[in-house]
């Protein structure tokens, strides 16, 4: 698939993903622009107590966080299943992937919800220690770059968690056996109008040469859901951890499935200041020790999530 930019990197991508979930009918999610919601923050991990020098990694943590206890976490809280508000408060896998490294590092994260274009700006003022928010680890935003390749900045680095690609979303059981994009040609889809999708899926017509592919936009991706769903389209097309949730939440799990392997897949990783190496380095410990023990898997599997797990924990692995 040739689906573009993942992670939030995109306008559309992020207002694809919260309408997406439209479908599904069980969630309220607050966007970045409720102020209700921006300064609110939630905890991941349990409070300190006189128990948490005990935690294995704590004592590699920078004194800072030793005596404060707390690890500011800045999020943009809609994008589910990665983040999203519910009930007053920020849920979701980055929330619990957050509360598994607390019992390795003896600290709580406090998420704190802004806007996403926000957040690497708020690592650099020190308003948030780390940005956990499904953000794509790039070269560009390694190096400090913004959307036109200008110098916005020294750089961040990221400890990569999890990777997200372009995913098919077809009926429960999938009919027609669609595997891959190459498996629409003759078919039709259903997609939101001027997205990257939509782009996935003209070139994919392209490419099917004389047997063709229809393509029926929508204004929303939830329309493009209930098409797919009624059977007038053969597939949708998403990010992965979004079509894996829809398809875990709609009609409580009956409506659809995600098909195949996500494509493009690059990682989403917590990105910190460069000036931060040594949280950095106890960051990627915590997120080898969460692996190891299960209970990253446990996460993902709560939230039908698994198709994006890493295997080996990496530093600033992104391109």
């Known amino acids: ?20 979930l439209a479908v599904a009918g069980t969630l309220v999610l607050t966007g970045c622009g409720d102020q209700t919601k921006k300064d609110s923050g939630s905890d991941a991990g349990s409070s300190p107590s006189s128990s948490t020098s005990q935690a294995p990694l704590f004592a590699k943590l920078p004194k800072k966080f030793q005596d404060s206890g707390v690890i500011n976490v800045g999020t943009d809280a809609s994008y589910a299943p990665m983040e999203q508000t519910e009930n007053g408060q920020i849920v979701g896998i980055d929330p619990d992937i957050a509360a598994a490294l607390s019992k390795q590092l003896g600290v709580r994260f406090k998420f704190t919800n802004g806007q996403f274009d926000g957040l690497i700006t708020s690592l650099y003022s020190g308003r948030a220690d780390v940005v956990m928010s499904a953000m794509s680890d790039t070269k560009d935003r390694q190096q400090g770059l913004d959307d036109k390749g200008k110098k916005a900045g020294k750089g961040v680095d990221f400890v990569d968690y999890y990777m997200s ?133 446990q996460v993902l599997q709560k939230w039908n999530a698994s198709s994006g797990a890493i295997k080996t924990v990496t530093v600033n692995g992104g391109s």
Do not use: W
């Open 165 to 297: 690609g372009s995913s098919l979303l077809v009926k429960k059981g999938n009919p027609h056996h669609v595997t891959a994009l190459a498996d629409l040609c003759g078919q039709s889809v259903a997609v939101q109008r001027g997205t990257i999708y939509e782009t996935a899926f003209k070139t994919q017509k392209t490419a099917c040469g004389s047997k063709g592919l229809t393509i029926q936009p929508f204004d929303t991706d939830a329309e493009a859901q209930t098409r797919v769903k009624a059977g007038g389209a053969v597939a949708d097309l998403n990010d992965t951890p979004v079509a894996a949730y829809i398809a875990q939440k709609s009609g409580n799990g009956n409506d659809f499935e995600v098909a195949g392997s996500p494509a493009d897949a690059g990682p989403f990783g917590i990105a910190l200041d460069k000036g931060n190496a040594q949280l950095r380095d106890v960051l990627k410990t915590a997120m080898d020790a969460i692996v190891a023990d299960g209970s990253y898997a």
């Open 1 to 20: 698939m040739t689906a573009g930019t993942n992670g939030r990197s995109v306008a559309l991508t992020r207002l694809t993903a919260v309408a997406a």
